[in-house]
């Protein structure tokens, strides 16, 4: 945080843009964490009955609707602007939970998680590409994290209430998120480099201008944008683009870093930490047990924004595969000695909890946060739309896929199995990051296009492929 503390004028203006961008986190956050308390309150109601195969599907609904918002937000951000893309999630956000809220049968439940998981996938995709595209590489990684740390309040304010209120109550409260969120939306202006692909060079001089300050000068950095978005438009844009070897590269990065973000399990443990607790016989109570989750899960974005522009991308991913390939093993064991072995675990009854916290703690740090941030940094700005719109649909197809068939591998192998699964592929995805994953640390988005593609960095080179292009016109 001292980086922040630092910060002058122009980087004060950021984390404003940054901020208001990120509400929409809370709402994704709060929209992933409901079904942990809701659920409970849910099966015991008396205003609706909600069959088990039922419960599933209204925890598994939310990303499989996200999968199809990822697919859909690509043109979006595109078309209409990253913005106004953002801007637009908020009114139909509210309409799902006012959805959720009033529901007499479990169909309007399903139908209000669908319009929200919608919306999440639109928002998963929207938010890294716009900060991306206006945050400044000195604080980029810092700021960057902004979408999972107010996320994660958005994770802690769902499992507070949940403690409290009933699942229409607490889906009431997820209707007011979107109100802030909204409002914040207008106070921003759109990003310049979209700006420029439209032709629409004043308007991003004054955008790039209030993002930076207004006695900041932009001469130098709007050029490098207007170079960049002249390379191009230098060559057309078709759909083959997406699956060209030049950009293969940084599209299979994303996919596998988002692979190994799903696979570790998360989100299975997001959304069914009550019924782990109760599953381990925990001696902690499971409601208090995930409120502590929750707030160590919010927490430790705050260690990752301190070291991110310090220590970098590589090297949190190292420290977070680690440790949460390490607290799975222990959390798989815990489960064999209990349900295999059939000794007495109840001296270990801090265990679970302890394992827990310390897995959020390695999955904040590096593997939830930076495979977000490095979509908006390392995909070339010809295809950013359509191949961020790809890689935000495979991650919610594979939060589907664990959310969904998480219950199903628990009662296949049990859940010291399931644990020590996700174990594996946290250990699998340390290799993918030595071997596959650049280090983007303090770099532009200019600078790390060029060598992921291989391109010389050097303006002289860069001039003279766009010898014909028609420069901006003076001011700019």
Not at 140 to 151: D, E, K, Q, S, V
Not at 259 to 271: E, K, M, P, R, W
Not at 288 to 312: E, H, K, Q
Request: glycine share 8%; with cysteine.
């Amino acid at each position: 945080m001292k980086i922040l503390m630092r910060a002058d004028t122009h980087y004060s203006i950021g984390v404003l843009a940054a901020v208001a961008v990120s509400m929409g986190s809370m709402i994704i956050g709060f929209s992933s964490a409901y079904t942990s308390p809701a659920l409970v309150t849910m099966e015991n109601s008396t205003t609706i009955s909600v069959s088990k195969e039922e419960a599933s599907w209204v925890g598994s609904l939310m990303p499989l609707a996200a999968l199809v918002g990822g697919v859909v937000g690509g043109p979006l951000v595109d078309y209409i602007g990253r913005r106004r893309t953002i801007l637009f999630t908020a009114p139909p956000f509210f309409i799902g939970w006012i959805l959720i809220a009033t529901a007499k049968i479990v169909h309007l439940i399903l139908a209000g998680r669908v319009i929200c998981g919608l919306c999440v996938g639109i928002g998963s995709l929207a938010f890294p590409v716009y900060l991306g595209e206006t945050i400044q590489p000195e604080v980029r990684g810092t700021l960057g994290l902004f979408p999972t740390a107010i996320g994660n309040i958005g994770i802690l304010i769902c499992y507070l209430a949940g403690k409290y209120l009933d699942w229409s109550q607490l889906a009431y409260l997820g209707a007011a998120l979107p109100v802030p969120f909204f409002l914040l939306m207008f106070t921003i202006p759109e990003t310049p480099q979209w700006y420029i692909s439209r032709g629409r060079n004043e308007d991003a001089r004054n955008a790039l201008q209030w993002l930076r300050g207004k006695n900041t000068k932009i001469e130098n950095e709007m050029h490098n944008i207007a170079l960049m978005n002249a390379e191009t438009e230098a060559s057309e844009s078709n759909i083959k683009d997406l699956f060209s070897m030049k950009y293969m590269k940084s599209i299979l990065i994303c996919l596998g870093l988002m692979t190994f973000q799903q696979l570790s399990g998360i989100n299975a443990v997001i959304f069914y930490t009550v019924s782990i607790f109760k599953m381990s016989g925990s001696a902690v109570d499971e409601n208090l047990s995930t409120i502590i989750v929750g707030i160590v899960n919010f927490a430790s974005t705050f260690v990752a924004t301190a070291l991110i522009d310090r220590a970098g991308r590589k090297m949190l991913l190292y420290i977070s595969s680690i440790t949460m390939t390490i607290t799975l093993v222990v959390l798989g064991t815990f489960f064999y000695v209990q349900n295999n072995m059939k000794l007495d675990v109840s001296s270990l009854g801090w265990l679970p909890l302890t394992s827990l916290m310390t897995y959020l703690l390695g999955f904040s740090l590096a593997f939830g946060p930076i495979p977000w941030l490095m979509m908006g940094e390392i995909l070339p700005a010809k295809i950013r739309g359509a191949a961020a719109s790809i890689c935000t649909a495979f991650n919610w197809l594979c939060t589907f896929t664990v959310t969904k068939t998480f219950q199903n591998i628990i009662d296949g192998i049990g859940p010291a199995g399931t644990f020590w699964l996700f174990g594996c592929i946290c250990f699998t995805g340390l290799f993918f990051v030595i071997v596959c994953v650049p280090e983007t640390r303090g770099k532009s988005l200019e600078q790390i296009e060029n060598k992921m593609l291989g391109r010389p960095s050097t303006r002289t080179r860069r001039m003279s492929s766009i010898a014909n292009i028609k420069p901006l016109p003076s001011g700019c």
